[in-house]
């Protein structure tokens, strides 16, 4: 039902990118829908830094050239999706398990272009999405008893493990009001790796397919 925003909205995200770029890509439907729209695209694109092995063997059916992050100066522009995003183009991500590796990789990059459906769309994050945290599995015990004191209900992810080898809690049933000072504070957890908070790094342009199937482009940035 939502695919059809997802690809209005992924084909509308094309332009940004420019002859020779070295695009940053995130992981999940919307963003394997990105993917396989750049196979018929005009412009030369340079190569691409991967946040993970499923967006990487994606990318490699186009023959694309994969870079790793430490490889690259620079990373011209990031496309990815959350599963929340507000007004103030703060994100919950991290539904595809690929947290820790979107952070890093939109963080490195000069631009960060969110490309969603019109159901990604709240006024409070983390009502309607649990909010993710990737953890060192021999901080398990400890990390929970601190992240029970805010509330909501914890839930480790099960079967999966990150591919920096670590677990998954998912808190769902958060009303989250101060997300900066949520991102930090969860951050500051021993054994925490990554929060799937992003208000230190938050989209730049949100590209949103809408229900009546038109899209609509929020700048943050000039471009
Ligand atoms: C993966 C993510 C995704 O961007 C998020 O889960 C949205 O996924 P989809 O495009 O499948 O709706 O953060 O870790």
Same mark, same amino acid.
């Given at each position: 039902?939502?695919?059809?925003?997802?690809?209005?909205?992924?084909?509308?995200?094309?332009?940004?990118?420019?002859?020779?770029?070295?695009?940053?890509?995130?992981?999940?439907?919307? %963003?394997?829908?990105?993917?396989?729209?750049?196979?018929?695209?005009?412009?030369?694109?340079?190569?691409?830094?991967?946040?993970?092995? #499923?967006?990487?063997?994606?990318?490699? *059916?186009?023959?694309?050239?994969?870079?790793?992050?430490?490889?690259?100066?620079?990373?011209?522009?990031?496309?990815?999706?959350?599963?929340?995003?507000?007004?103030?183009?703060?994100?919950?991500?991290?539904?595809?398990?690929?947290? #820790?590796?979107?952070?890093?990789?939109?963080?490195?990059?000069?631009?960060?272009?969110?490309?969603?459906?019109?159901?990604?769309?709240?006024?409070?994050?983390?009502? #309607?999405?649990?909010?993710?945290?990737? %953890?060192?599995?021999?901080?398990?015990?400890?990390?929970? *008893?601190?992240?029970?004191?805010?509330?909501?209900?914890?839930?480790?992810?099960?079967?999966?493990?990150?591919?920096?080898?670590?677990?998954?809690?998912?808190?769902?049933?958060?009303? %989250?009001?101060?997300?900066?000072?949520?991102?930090?504070?969860?951050?500051?957890?021993?054994?925490?790796?990554?929060?799937?908070?992003?208000?230190?790094?938050?989209?730049?342009?949100?590209?949103?397919?809408?229900?009546?199937?038109?899209?609509?482009?929020?700048?943050?940035? *000039?471009?």
């Amino acid at each position: 039902m939502l695919e059809k925003f997802k690809k209005i909205a992924s084909q509308a995200a094309l332009k940004y990118i420019n002859n020779n770029d070295i695009v940053g890509i995130g992981t999940g439907t919307t %963003i394997k829908y990105f993917i396989n729209m750049l196979s018929n695209f005009k412009k030369k694109i340079n190569g691409f830094v991967s946040t993970s092995i #499923t967006s990487t063997n994606e990318l490699k *059916k186009y023959n694309f050239n994969i870079y790793n992050s430490n490889e690259v100066d620079i990373i011209n522009i990031y496309f990815d999706s959350a599963d929340e995003i507000n007004n103030n183009m703060e994100m919950i991500k991290g539904g595809g398990a690929a947290l #820790t590796n979107e952070k890093i990789i939109s963080s490195i990059a000069d631009k960060f272009i969110c490309i969603v459906d019109q159901s990604k769309h709240v006024n409070i994050l983390g009502k #309607t999405h649990p909010l993710p945290i990737e %953890i060192i599995p021999m901080a398990k015990s400890y990390v929970t *008893k601190e992240l029970s004191k805010l509330g909501g209900l914890l839930k480790y992810r099960k079967g999966i493990i990150t591919e920096h080898g670590n677990i998954i809690l998912d808190i769902y049933n958060l009303e %989250i009001t101060e997300p900066v000072k949520l991102e930090k504070y969860i951050n500051s957890i021993a054994g925490v790796v990554t929060v799937g908070l992003f208000t230190n790094r938050r989209a730049d342009i949100i590209i949103t397919g809408n229900y009546d199937y038109t899209v609509s482009t929020i700048k943050n940035i *000039k471009l």
